[in-house]
């Protein structure tokens, strides 16, 4: 059950955070993964990459384990591993296989969702993905429905993708998955910037999976390789934004998400048109790629209000790219040239050492650096992170240091993690301390503590506490928040239930606790006032090919509001 899988990864806080649109391209790969798991003796650095519970330290080891000891004979023999735990091993099995045996492809599947807040006239989203494949063809049909659409038809992407051997050509809506995240990454900057996890899990073209209305990219790709692996693409499509009554745009707003009613009049007027390449070319461990595209709008844009920094009607882009996977370690370095040459970039350092792994990576972005398509970034400021981390059967633990510096203030931030996880039979703790040093004050910024039981296979308990400061209020303000859950999951049918209560002086000691939603979704909820929520999820499986998932959550804030929803899948 992919929702119960992804919640692991989130006990890590990789889902927490408040933009959610870029994360279901996340989740569609992990169901392909499911489809086609990778076997652990031949699949190489850049197919575990694939795996994003897995950082870089993670693939070494596995890397050095088959060197050192041979295959794995099973997939618990991860266990023998330093650093890997029954939870990690939980996460990651469905996704992995022992020896390489021939998949029956699936012919097809369908997927129909509707959710709708209850008692709000207008609040109904319809949903439909239909994917058809046969020998090296797959056809992609993707139709939705939200209260800003005022027909089902509103909203409407097709994709075909043919692929053969190393060659793969791309009509219609499509994402583009080239690279570590600066010129172009399907999931956003997240997790290839913020979280400085630099190495590139590229899929090259990938068929459109996701209801972003204005996600990915709407014309043709085709990739081959002869003396290097190239790619070429081209798009046109329409943004959102807010055009005057002279014609000139004066925002941009890429996510399709409407928030007012004057919005509907800023939809679908501007005209983005892009085409561009990519090259690759790697020998043992080394691969260095190069890519390049052009950007043409109309109408221009005006820099008064573009929360982007966009300047003008044409936008050129390029950046090379240097990864390095070795025996011990990996290097990553990414650079780019963006519009009126500005420059900036990423690096990033993976090295399993004994006793304890390392990781150092940075990025630096000047001023007014924009990049339409991939990773966004901070205005004036560079930042650096560096992890520490030890695990052994005795408790994981690992620390974290993240320097945050404005170029334009001359003002530094400092923000110090401490993690703490304990495994004993079933019973799993986990303890999160964040400090913050800003302007020579010292702040217990957040602390979180997570208690979990597995009785049995198939059910689990889990307490979580979490408070949280803000550093920027004076007086300060604290924000706290206590939730339980229970789970089960069986063969047929699976269950989730939470309840929590939270109380925040203010929107800036908000808490943000993400919440599994129906497969393919992701949802993260942000708590803030005073409060209580929760959820129950059902999964049914009554036969192979066919899952029923229903869900129901409610938010007592203000006022009582309730969302429910339901999802069929079913593939043949």
Request: proline share 3%; hydrophobic share 40%; net charge neutral.
């Amino acid at each position: 059950m992919i929702s119960i899988a992804v919640f692991y990864l989130v006990c890590g806080g990789v889902f927490e955070t408040e933009d959610t649109r870029n994360f279901e391209i996340l989740l569609d790969g992990l169901e392909e993964l499911r489809d086609n798991p990778l076997d652990l003796n031949t699949a190489g650095f850049d197919d575990l990459a694939r795996i994003p519970y897995l950082a870089p330290n993670d693939i070494i080891k596995i890397i050095n384990y088959r060197a050192t000891r041979g295959f794995f004979s099973h997939t618990r023999d991860l266990l023998k591993i330093s650093g890997f735990n029954k939870i990690l091993l939980a996460t990651i099995e469905p996704y992995i296989t022992i020896s390489v045996r021939k998949f029956k492809m699936k012919s097809g599947s369908e997927r129909v969702r509707a959710q709708k807040t209850w008692a709000k006239a207008g609040s109904g989203e319809v949903y439909t993905a239909t994917k058809t494949l046969w020998t090296d063809y797959r056809l992609t049909l993707i139709t939705e429905q939200d209260p800003h659409e005022t027909s089902y038809l509103d909203y409407l992407a097709a994709g075909l993708t043919i692929n053969e051997d190393f060659r793969t050509f791309a009509l219609g809506k499509y994402d583009l998955d080239l690279g570590s995240g600066i010129l172009f990454s399907s999931i956003g900057s997240f997790f290839q910037g913020l979280d400085f996890q630099m190495i590139s899990h590229e899929r090259g073209v990938i068929p459109y999976a996701s209801t972003r209305e204005n996600g990915g990219l709407f014309g043709g790709a085709l990739s081959d390789s002869l003396f290097l692996k190239y790619t070429l693409f081209y798009s046109n499509q329409k943004l959102d934004g807010r055009v005057d009554s002279a014609g000139q745009a004066w925002s941009l707003d890429e996510s399709g998400e409407h928030v007012d009613s004057a919005s509907m009049a800023r939809k679908d007027r501007i005209q983005e048109e892009i085409f561009g390449y990519d090259l690759k070319y790697g020998l043992g461990g080394v691969r260095v790629s190069h890519t390049t595209y052009r950007c043409g709008y109309a109408p221009e844009f005006v820099t008064t209000d573009s929360f982007r920094r966009f300047y003008g009607d044409r936008f050129w882009m390029t950046g090379l790219n240097l990864r390095y996977a070795g025996s011990d370690y990996a290097l990553f370095g990414e650079i780019a040239r963006a519009d009126r040459n500005r420059v900036g970039g990423l690096f990033g350092f993976s090295g399993v050492f004994p006793y304890i792994d390392f990781n150092i990576a940075g990025k630096y972005f000047p001023e007014g650096f924009y990049s339409p398509k991939g990773i966004e970034a901070e205005n004036g400021r560079y930042l650096m992170n560096i992890t520490l981390a030890h695990r052994s059967k005795i408790a994981d633990l690992s620390a974290g240091l993240n320097l945050t510096d404005n170029t334009t203030e001359d003002s530094t931030r400092y923000d110090l993690k401490l993690n703490c996880a304990r495994e004993i039979g079933r019973f799993d703790a986990r303890l999160l301390l964040r400090w913050l040093f800003h302007e020579d004050i010292l702040t217990l910024a957040a602390s979180r503590a997570t208690i979990r039981v597995m009785p049995q296979d198939f059910l689990y308990v889990e307490l979580r506490l979490e408070d949280k400061n803000s550093f920027l209020t004076d007086p300060q303000e604290r924000g706290v928040f206590g939730a339980l859950e229970a789970g089960l999951d069986f063969k047929r049918w699976g269950a989730k239930i939470r309840y929590g209560l939270f109380d925040t002086d203010s929107y800036q000691t908000r808490i943000i606790a993400y919440e599994p939603g129906l497969p393919g979704t992701v949802n993260n909820r942000t708590l803030y006032n005073r409060g209580r929520y929760g959820f129950l999820l059902l999964t049914l499986k009554p036969v192979n090919p066919v899952a029923f998932n229903f869900k129901y959550s409610v938010l007592d804030r203000d006022s009582l509001t309730a969302h429910i929803g339901g999802q069929v899948d079913v593939k043949w």
